[in-house]
């Protein structure tokens, strides 16, 4: 028993230590995230949440936060406590969201300065206040004087916010002097500020929102984000609609409903954590064929309004339906992460029990797995993702067939370079081939084109090609050489290889972009892929001025693409 002798100070010094608590971990999403919490904890249906803005020098800033939810309210007892660091309703408890009772308190004071609270019950037409001011009670704590949180008293709601509480039972919190404000680059705008937290609200709440909870932020009503692709109603349905409708010329009806493009499932069960007794519930799958589009496109506009490249590699931890975090975890992807990898979602949900496995903190944001549920998601993931990640170079090889039927990637060049090779020196080249020879090279390159499904088709290629100067065809081959040139007396043909780094870092990237029209600098990426193309050209012309040009420059040609792939291994934002 610990007896109190005279002269003995208190434990904590109240105000100096919250002002020590601000940095609880919070970034200003998460923040929000724990009022939501309490919220629906309180059945509420309808979450508003709204911003104020004030002129500090010449910038906007974001003044006061407020929140309003239409449940249960608290009682004058519970409201008293309400923001009494520690006390919960729900402390230690397995069932529900919030179970340490810090959680909003550390919440707005990592935002702010001052925290108030209004609150309405069932059966009273009084909504009654409380209110801690942190600069208050550090100024009261030099003084000697005691700090403390006052009882409940009828401060009337802050005039321009009545019209948002509900008529029956509720309740508002208001967060006041906020000078810690920021998204997760450090931009402190209104603008950037709700753009983050409308992107992160719809993803952690995603569960309840698609369960029909309403949350609101400045009047715009949030729709559910989803990684996996699993769920109707979301970002990704809604975006891809627009899109749809845009390509199609059409308008969209006022009210009309988004299509549902779900994702394909590549595993969704339960699995036992390795040495404990317990098990949690996995789901790993990947996008649908409108998201995957083709090789190249998953940092194009779209895929950036898509939120795909910030999917690369996450695992959303999802506890009692609410994720508690997003992030890749070390070692956990098979020989890495890799850039694909942004089009598989990977979601692990767990029950309170594994708080502790899970390394579950006070503030909700972030989980550290524990080495035996590391052990079994790295297993699992071992197993599953390599299927998943074949299954979407499968796809993107269809839709490169499938586009090389339709024109091929590099048709219109190969065109223009007939005409422009006219007036230009010819091939000195003195290997010559037999026409049967010819054919089969041509057989063979309209096989690694995709351009042989029918005998038809396959004929119509050669058709097309016989006559151009230069052939040009991205296919895919082993080994570190960029280009393979196959010179044909009067003709080159040039293999581009897309397995080399240069083409998946550089000709790939730019070539998805110059495809999107509306993307800055989809003008500057077209003409930087005709020069690199016309780069390789220009070295195909080279060579062809020689009599024998595989055995004069075949192994410099080979070194040449072995060096690009190991410098661009080496070097990265340098310039």
């Not at 940095?23 to 009022?35: D, Q």
């Not at 493009?261 to 339960?270: A, H, L, R, T």
């Not at 006219?422 to 026409?435: D, E, F, G, L």
């Not at 050669?462 to 991205?474: A, G, M, S």
Request: proline residues 5%; aromatic residues 6%.
């Amino acid at each position: 028993m610990n007896d109190i002798v005279e002269g003995a100070i208190p434990v904590v010094l109240s105000g100096q230590a919250l002002l020590s608590l601000r940095e609880s971990g919070h970034n200003f999403p998460s923040a929000v995230g724990e009022v939501i919490d309490n919220s629906i904890e309180a059945r509420a249906n309808h979450i508003q949440i709204l911003t104020e803005e004030v002129m500090k020098g010449r910038k906007k800033a974001i003044s006061q936060i407020s929140f309003i939810d239409d449940g249960e309210g608290m009682d004058d007892e519970t409201l008293h406590h309400y923001l009494q660091l520690g006390f919960s309703t729900r402390f230690m408890s397995e069932k529900t969201i919030g179970k340490f009772g810090v959680g909003a308190k550390l919440a707005g004071l990592s935002v702010g300065t001052c925290i108030e609270a209004w609150s309405r019950v069932a059966g009273s037409d009084a909504i009654r206040h409380v209110k801690f001011d942190l600069g208050e009670a550090v100024e009261a704590e030099k003084r000697g004087e005691k700090v403390g949180i006052n009882p409940p008293d009828d401060e009337p709601l802050p005039a321009h916010l009545v019209p948002y509480f509900p008529e029956g039972t509720g309740t508002l919190v208001l967060w006041s002097k906020i000078d810690r404000v920021s998204d997760g680059h450090g931009r402190s705008t209104p603008d950037h500020v709700r753009n983050e937290i409308n992107k992160e609200l719809s993803r952690i709440f995603r569960d309840f929102l698609c369960g029909g909870i309403k949350i609101t932020v400045d009047h715009t009503d949030l729709v559910p984000h989803d990684p996996t692709f699993l769920r109707k109603g979301t970002w990704v349905d809604h975006v891809l609609t627009e899109e749809a409708a845009r390509r199609d010329g059409s308008t969209r009806k006022a009210g009309a409903e988004d299509t549902h493009f779900p994702g394909q499932v590549f595993f969704n069960d339960e699995v036992p954590v390795q040495g404990t007794s317990h098990k949690v519930r996995v789901v790993i799958t990947l996008a649908p064929r409108e998201v995957l589009r083709a090789k190249g496109m998953g940092g194009d506009a779209l895929a950036k309004k898509l939120r795909l490249p910030e999917n690369e590699g996450a695992i959303s931890f999802m506890r009692l339906d609410r994720e508690i975090s997003y992030t890749p975890v070390a070692r956990l992807f098979p020989d890495g992460i890799l850039s694909p990898d942004r089009f598989i979602g990977f979601e692990v949900y767990f029950k309170p029990e594994l708080d502790r496995l899970m390394g579950v903190r006070n503030v909700k944001r972030g989980a550290v797995p524990s080495d035996e549920l590391r052990r079994t998601l790295r297993d699992l993931a071992r197993t599953v993702i390599p299927r998943a990640r074949e299954e979407l170079q499968r796809v993107w090889g269809e839709e490169d067939r499938t586009e090389a039927v339709k024109s091929g990637e590099h048709a219109p060049l190969a065109k223009a370079l007939r005409e422009a090779d006219r007036t230009m020196p010819k091939s000195r080249v003195k290997a010559v081939p037999t026409p049967a020879e010819r054919e089969r090279e041509y057989a063979d390159l309209a096989q690694d084109a995709g351009r042989n499904s029918t005998e038809e088709e396959q004929a119509a290629y050669t058709q097309e090609i016989k006559d151009l100067p230069f052939v040009i065809e991205t296919v895919s081959f082993p080994g570190d050489q960029l280009i393979e040139l196959t010179h044909l007396g009067d003709q080159t043909i040039i293999r581009l290889n897309q397995r080399h780094a240069f083409y998946r870092d550089m000709y790939e990237p730019l070539r998805a972009l110059s495809k999107d029209a509306t993307a800055p600098g989809a003008s500057a990426a077209r003409r930087a892929i005709e020069a690199i193309t016309l780069l390789l050209v220009a070295y195909a012309k080279a060579e062809s001025m020689h009599d024998t040009p595989n055995e004069q420059y075949g192994q410099l040609r080979k070194q040449w693409g072995g060096f690009t792939e190991l410098y661009l291994s080496k070097i990265k934002d340098v310039l």
